[in-house]
């Protein structure tokens, strides 16, 4: 929209959107998705761009969304020595840059640092670009082919990422980590933990009431007549009382 102010400030939303598996950034149209899990095909999607204005205007289009099951296997992750902050802001020219180079088109899939995210985009030098790559056919390019193209481009990347940081920027292709445990399989292992030690708690007191018993039987088979195991005194038939030789008798 070429309109300054509010009459040039757009706003984008996902029309009649009932499904749960795309949302969007209404400040810049991105669209991501949400839930996939499983799922596979083309996914339409009606779009929609509202200027603000005192009359309202709007236009629409209809994004195609292909979901290829077999798109994780082709997953290239890009390692580039700048701060997750800084790469957030410039993903687009990113992107560009990838695309003028591998000759494909590229998609951004995920951005991300291995420290603790509110950490690491003031702290961390490395930031993880997770990228695929599709041919003009729109099929996928197996990971080994752009791999080696990013190798065989590499310096030309990085000279045209310099541009965009201002500053010296290394891109390095890595293996993209293996799957985390899923929330189910987390809680099954804690909670398998938690059975344990309540398990081993269980079979020590049980354990301990046993020889706590034992040691009084000992008591009373050398003692006779024990009149409290804090105080193990016997009396005799004359009725006098005497300390058992083999126990010292205590004030406790």
Known sequence: DPDSGDNGLLLYSLVNNQMSEFDIDENTGQIFTVSLSGKAGTFYLEVQAEDQGTRRLTARTTVNVTVDSSSSNNIVMVALNQKINVVERNIAEIKRVLADNLAWNVYVLHVYSNELERKARSSSDVTYVEIIAFDEANQEVPAEDVKRKLQEQKSN??????KIFLTTVTAAIEEPPADSATPELIATIVLGVLLACTLIAFLAYV??????????YLIKNQ?????????????????????LEELECTNN
């Open 157 to 162: 990347i990085e000279i045209e990422l310099e």
């Open 207 to 216: 354990a301990l009431t046993i020889k706590r018993k034992r040691y009084k």
């Open 223 to 243: 003692a006779g007549i024990v009149e409290g195991i804090d105080n193990p005194c016997v009396a005799y038939k004359n009725g006098s009382l005497k300390s």
